[in-house]
């Protein structure tokens, strides 16, 4: 494990990351209440041709901050810190979920050192419904803090997993899923889910230059099909592909979600050996 220090809007953070293989930079972005651990299956894919480089941003795994309120800037900010300290002048990026949308936010700041941007379950505006859950998810993360119980463990997999997870599980075995989220949800999930409601791509979108692919899921019940074609209407030099899981294809089919995304890195690599822009 690596570290740097970023000054963050409300004080400074020490993030941790992992860098692994060789090769041309890969940043991974992990969503709410993951942690760098979600890109495991990824990065052994890749690791013997890509620097892969996966960190914790605030609230997750071994970063550690203010435990103050956090902007989607933080965020962004503490991925470009972490390629810095890296030594990364160029790389790739891929985020899930609220990364995706982080890794987007970072595309736009910086697209010259951008050589590629993969979104999974990201979206451009969190509109009215989506507020709604991250208001609810906020609720329950609450009661869970005051209780003990397990509220927000058990709804993650209603929200996150498609019918593939529902056909192949029985109570017992989802029970002890329940359980395990319970134990590792990032302990910084609310702050995390703050920034889920304030998201707004909108003014970001037309900065992106690095060549895009949208991946949606097929049965994602929380980032609707709209959000996706307003990526990609807003990301010029950008494509769809589609997953058949739910939104947390990460964890509901890690082999697949790897191979959809390694696709694309390795096509991206043929390209830039080839010198086509």
């Given amino acids: 494990m690596r570290q740097t220090t970023v000054e963050l809007s409300g004080g400074p953070s020490t993030v941790a990351y992992d860098i692994t293989g060789t090769g041309p930079g890969l940043l991974l972005v992990h969503g709410t209440a993951a942690d760098r651990t979600q890109w495991q299956p990824l990065t052994e894919a890749v690791a013997d041709r890509f620097t892969v480089v996966a960190l914790d941003y605030s609230g997750s795994g071994d970063t550690t901050d203010h435990g103050g309120p956090l902007t989607l800037d933080d965020l962004a900010g503490q991925v470009l810190a ?4 890296a030594g ?8 899930h979920s609220l990364g ?3 890794a987007a936010q970072a595309a736009a700041t910086v697209p010259e ?3 590629s941007l993969v979104m999974h379950a990201g979206w451009v505006h969190t509109d009215v419904r989506m507020d709604a859950e991250f208001r609810y998810w906020l609720e329950l993360l609450a009661a869970d803090a005051r209780h003990g119980s397990r509220l927000f463990a058990r709804t993650v997999p209603l929200m996150a997993f498609g019918p593939r997870y529902w056909e192949s599980v029985d109570a017992a ?3 002890e899923l329940v359980h395990t989220l319970a134990g590792v949800l990032a302990p910084g999930t609310d702050r995390q889910t703050a920034v889920d409601r304030t998201v707004d791509l909108r003014p ?3 900065r992106i230059t690095a060549p895009t692919l949208v991946l949606a899921s097929a049965h994602d019940r929380l980032i609707g099909a709209e959000q996706q074609q307003a990526l990609l209407a807003g990301i010029a030099n950008s494509r769809y592909a589609e997953i058949d899981a739910g939104h947390g294809a990460p964890g509901e089919d890690p082999a697949g979600f790897a191979a959809k995304i390694t696709g694309f890195l390795d096509e991206r690599l043929m390209v830039d050996g080839a010198g086509v822009a």
């Avoid at 972490?82 to 300290?85: E, I, L, P, R, S």
């Avoid at 990364?88 to 985020?95: I, M, N, R, T």
């Fill in 82 to 85: 972490v390629a810095d300290h």
């Fill in 88 to 95: 990364l002048d160029s790389f790739h990026l891929v985020g």
């Fill in 100 to 102: 995706a949308v982080v």
């Fill in 113 to 115: 050192r951008v050589r």
């Fill in 173 to 175: 075995a989802h029970e």
């Fill in 204 to 206: 970001a979108l037309g």
